[in-house]
């Protein structure tokens, strides 16, 4: 398990709106990509997978981003994905954005998703071999920053 | 000018994902077009105009939703676009995104945009113009509400 | 039924990209939108309930568009849907995309999509009351362009 | 010079729709990314700087896709480029979308774009290095296919 989990994201052309920077709506779709990542290689589950052959699924509850500076396509992304939160069925997550060339802090983004029966869309409890693997996650995390 | 402002959005196949409901970075395309159009229709500002002949902008500095209930193409969205505060550059939002049918509510977003100079991204006082619009905005949706 | 069939689509903010015009991709969201209308309108036939409800849909095969002049957030598209071609389970249309204003011509799309069995994708005849509405809207349509 | 050039690219949650497989205009966001990368990397033009720098871009006047096998978040796909036609102002690309696991063809895509100025939207010729780049990339391709 590597930590603290980083998507690399380069910014491109179709990312841009007339202001000539990324426009507002499309952080969330990169944030999106950055959550469905660590969510396949950290918590190991695959939410196409989830959704086909199990009908259960993550539907998000809040997602928010605060927008520090501007991006152009001439700019990389390195977004850390951190916990916040992991209640009963809630997983609370934050994303730091930042470009990769002097570290420029972009964004702060935070997302919570509740782990559902997509059947009735009622939360279920999050499965205990993912809870572990969250815990890990945050563990390790937390080493990191009082080490 | 029409008090409060509702932004009509039926539901689309394209803003569905694999879980056949509405995709969470979605939500925030559908709520830059109900800003969109209220800045066009109640305070008469064109982002495009402004971008190209005035080099200045709003761009955001907060986007949030929280999602109540999942939404699908049968369902038709009606976005109310209240002022929650005026700052000295900022302006923030409220969306209330109910379903035509039945009123029931599918999301309240929040989000703050900065008039500023395209040029240098510096912020700039929102101009007086918009400044009557939106305060006059505020006025009538307060009598609404008390009335 | 209405003939010809004519989606009004308003250039957005979020169409754009940094040449201050609509993103190639875009076009291609902006025409399955006149698409999905006239399939619900014309076709009365909904996308979404055939895909839930009786596992079916039609899956495009061809998508193309000829760009003849670029478009701006101050531009609204008329665009007329007319059919190209029934097969046995293949639905030829073509999209022609005006600027409201003066008529200029935007765009030509061409899609053909193969009514499907979602479960296998296999290609399963057109249904008969699809194809009496897709014949109705070709008699009706044949004698505009005559009469 | 790497030829062929291939753009490697997973399929994600975001692509997709209430079908389950990626929906019909992301294939030309996708597309766009692979061009963009093609540009960036092959012919050492960097569409962001143009447009910004020199005022001259590359509009798209034709755009088309064949949609050979549907695509899941479980794909990824290789997406290799070849020119199709170089002309004085105008490039044509042909891309070969091909899924990593066992090459099944997914898609193929014809695009072609014209070097313009985007002042006026006149047509320029393809400037004297990026054409000698285009020809060195079509007569390596070609040993690639003869040898």
Redesign the interface.
Known sequence: MKTPFIYRRPI???D??????V???H???I???AI?SFFHEILEL????M??KQST?T?????????HT?L???DVLNIRVDIEHQGNSSLSLILYGNREVEGVAAFTG?FTCSFSD?NN?KSIPIPSDIRQRITCYQQQSSKLISG
Chains 1, 2, 3, 4 share one sequence.
């Open positions: 491109r052309w179709g841009t709106d007339a202001a000539r920077i426009f507002t709506a952080y969330f779709d944030c999106m990509e469905e695959d939410w196409f997978a959704t086909c699924g539907p998000f509850v809040h997602a928010e981003v605060d927008f501007p152009t396509p001439r935070r997509l869309l």
